[in-house]
T-cell receptor, first 113, second 113 residues
Framework: DMKVTQMPRYLIKRMGENVLLECGQD?????MYWYRQDPGLGLQLIYI???????SEGDIPKGYRVSRKKREHFSLILDSAKTNQTSVYFC????????????FGPGTRLTVL | TQTVSQSDAHVTVFEGDSVELRCNYS??????LSWYIQHHGHGLQFLLK??????VVQGVNGFEAEFSKSDSSFHLRKASVHWSDSAVYFC???????????FGSGTKLTVEP
């Protein structure tokens, strides 16, 4: 069963705390993504990973970093979270060619107080 | 830079009606165009995509989309909607040599009984 999983699904943190969002996929996809979704803005790309230890910044990387040590896992890290990072975060994966088809996880709703 | 415009933030129809959700894009090169659906509280799911050939592409659950190069459009249609089609629909564009998807801001479709 092709699946992208995200943990945790809901998270509340205080400003200045560190945040770790985890993503896994069971399709052996080379490429993985982190997006954030805010009302009225669609999805914005934070980082893209082309394979293990091959990561590139997306459109809004400031305040975030990522780690990909295994093909099936991709982590998003917020060092010292800020209130404006309150959002819903989605992980996705695709084959290396992409072809406009990505598989999305269920999302993590992060609230930074 | 690719841009995607979805002019209607909200569309409301009755069950059994036909619906068209509009998408216009701006990009000069070779691209993939795709549509995704997001039910409340869930991640995005791929509906259909176009790259070349027949400008009308069929997707899941009776959805189809038509590409028009002259209008720079890729509108999504369904002949007879069901209440379960209520969701947010996102149009996306990606360059064929690049994995990144650029999303529109989404159209919320509400199907009234």
């Amino acid at each position: 069963d092709m699946k992208v999983t995200q943990m945790p699904r809901y998270l509340i943190k205080r400003m200045g705390e560190n945040v770790l969002l985890e993503c896994g996929q069971d399709m052996s996809h080379e490429t993985m993504y982190w997006y954030r979704q805010d009302p009225g803005l669609g999805l914005q790309l934070i980082y893209i990973s082309y394979d293990v230890d091959s990561n590139s910044e997306g459109d809004i990387p400031k305040g975030y970093r990522v780690s990909r040590k295994k093909r099936e896992h991709f982590s998003l890290i917020l060092d010292s979270a800020k209130t404006n990072q309150t959002s819903v975060y989605f992980c996705a994966s695709s084959l290396s060619g992409g072809a406009g088809e990505q598989y999305f996880g269920p999302g993590t709703r992060l609230t930074v107080l | 830079t690719q841009t995607v415009s979805q002019s209607d933030a909200h569309v409301t129809v009755f069950e059994g009606d036909s619906v068209e959700l509009r998408c216009n894009y701006s990009y000069g090169g070779s691209i993939y165009l795709s549509w995704y659906i997001q039910h409340h509280g869930h991640g995005l799911q791929f509906l259909l995509k176009y790259y070349s050939g027949n400008p009308v592409v069929q997707g899941v659950n009776g959805f189809e989309a038509e590409f028009s190069k002259s209008d720079s459009s890729f509108h999504l249609r369904k002949a007879s909607v069901h209440w379960s089609d209520s969701a947010v629909y996102f149009c996306a564009v990606s360059a064929t040599n690049y994995n990144v998807l650029y999303f529109g801001s989404g159209t919320k479709l509400t199907v009234e009984p």
